[in-house]
Structures are given as C-alpha cells and as structure tokens.
C-alpha cells in the first residue's frame, strides 16, 4: 500500500488531511506536527514513503529545510509543499532547488488535492518503472559489448596467428628464391597504399596485404634451376613457371581465413584483355584486389634491381605500364594512382622503408 506522511504544527490540518486522503485514497496515512517529530520517527528511516504533504511555517524548522532534509533520506519521495499565501514566492524558487513536485495555498481545493497527490505519485512510479528498464537495457548493452569484445579479440587472435602463418610461408618462398628478397612486403606495402587511395574497405585492405605477401607462395613448387635462371626462361621452362599461380592457390585452399586471398594468389598474372595466365580469365572476372597486386607485383619487379638487370628508372615503367593499360592488359585508374603516389613521393617512401607516409 502506498505511504504518505503529512506535517503540519496545526493538528487540525493533519487530521483533516488525513480523514480526506484516507477516505478518498486507499493510501496509509502517517501525521506528524512538528518537523523534529518526522525527522525522528522510524517510518522515515525505515518505510518507503510515497509523498510528504508539508506545512510551510513550522517551529523549528520551515517546511523546505524538512522536505530537504526528508528527500536525502527517501529520494524518490514526492514533495508537496502547502503554504500560505504570503510564502509563495520562496515555494516557487524552491520548485527547481529542491526538486519540489507542487506547492499548493492554503485554503486548498479537496478535489485538486487528491488530484495533485495522484499524479505526482503516478509520476514517480512511472519515472521508476522508466529508469528500471534504462537500467536493464545498460546491463544487455554492456552484456553485447562484453560479448563483442571477447568476439573481436578471439578474431584478433586469429588473425595474428594467420598472419604468423603467412609470414612464415612468404620467408619459404623468399628462402627458395633469390630474386625476391623483400619483394613480397614492398609489393604488399605498394598494394596497401593504392587500396587506401581507392577507398578499398578495412577487409579488402586486409587481404590485399596478406595476398599480396603470399602471392608467389606457389613457388615452393618451380624447380630452383628455373627460378633462379639469370637469362631469359624457354618456353618449357616459362610453362613451368607458370604453374606457381595455381600451385599457390591450391597451398592456401585448406585454410578458410584465407579464402578470400584465393583469387589473389591464383589470378596475380591474369590480364584484362585475357591474355595473362593461368586461365585467360577477363575484365571484371578480375577482381579489384588482384588488379591492384597484380600492379605493384610488376612495378616491384621493375622498380628494383635483379641479378640479370638494373631498376628501371619510373619513366621507363611508366612507358612499359601506360602500354600495357593502352592495349587493355592494366586497370587504367590503378595504373593513374600508381602515378599519383609517384609524384607524391610516397613510392619512394616505401622504398626507402619508411611507411609513415602512406599508412597516414
Ligand atoms: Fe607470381
């Protein structure tokens, strides 16, 4: 049953309040007449009360200080202040002060009384019943952010112990052939750099790094007599060469937080005129992350210095790339970002080994 305290000096308040609030509210009513008496009493200390009903002008202590005091102990208590006409003004500046839900005159209105007293309590429950369910709803939040957080380390886990894996697998092949030492992350770092101009998403600049470091993975299978020939390969032996595409694909299959590097490893020599290998595949059966490898795969290659040949200076490559692009063998935009990043000096960042440009 709902509780409600009223206190008045004048016993004839409290008793006449109490008769009417009793008759008309099925509420449990306690009257006090002096403020030091409620302060006291254990129904405060010890009750949940609904709502105070407080005289203004009291002995000892005037009906703010009381209802003050009262709502530090019972917080959620409704506050009615009744006063008489000349303390309005104070009740008013009270309203917000001290959270006060109503002053009301004397001489009051019964009717708006019970009214009053109804709504305020009606109020406050639902304030209760509102901050329950804002309570529940924080705890499933932090619940889901609890979850989430596990979910994301475990995938974080993973994915330190995939990139273990590949790490591991690009040092076999850097081991086995003497051409590329360091290719392999210069051509993920140039990937990762035109993926960021492109606005690829966070998952495609992931795979374009991993792709990228294990794209000639395939190589552990290419005899070393054909991998490390300093002149120009036979057609026998190019044929050969040519299986690492497939060969790497096939390496990687068996792992499915690599699925998605797939086609990277199987597709870096395809063209998209059709003309690349290992299946003549075409255009947009290319994806954009293999067009991207597939570029830094052979700018690297020329880029750099190879026992059987000096770097090329850019203007060189450029000729040989803006070709390839002009007969339908290179995506164009790529190949303009490419430029773009030239010219910016971010090429030579990575080459210098400095990543702090182009990882901004
Ligand atoms: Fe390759």
Redesign the pocket.
Known sequence: MRKIIIVDDEPMITNTLSTLIELMLDYTVYTFNSPADVLSSAVVKDEHIDLIISDFIMPGMNGLELLSAIKALQPHIVTILLTGYSDKESAIRSINDLGLYYYLEKPWDNNELIKIIQNGIEKTELETALHQKITVIEKKNQEISRLYELLRRDFNREMDNVLELVLSLSNVIEAKDQYTDGHTRRVADLAIALAKRLKLSEAQIRNIEIGAII??IG?VATPEVILNKPGKLTYDEFEIMKE??EAGAHIIMPISTLSDCVPIVRS??EKLDGSGYPYGIKGDEINIETRIVAIS?IFDALYTDRPYREAMPFEDIKAILDHDADSGKLDLTILKILYDLHREGVIDAIYMGSEDIYRA
């Open positions: 794209h000639d190589k690492h595409s870096h020599h795969d």
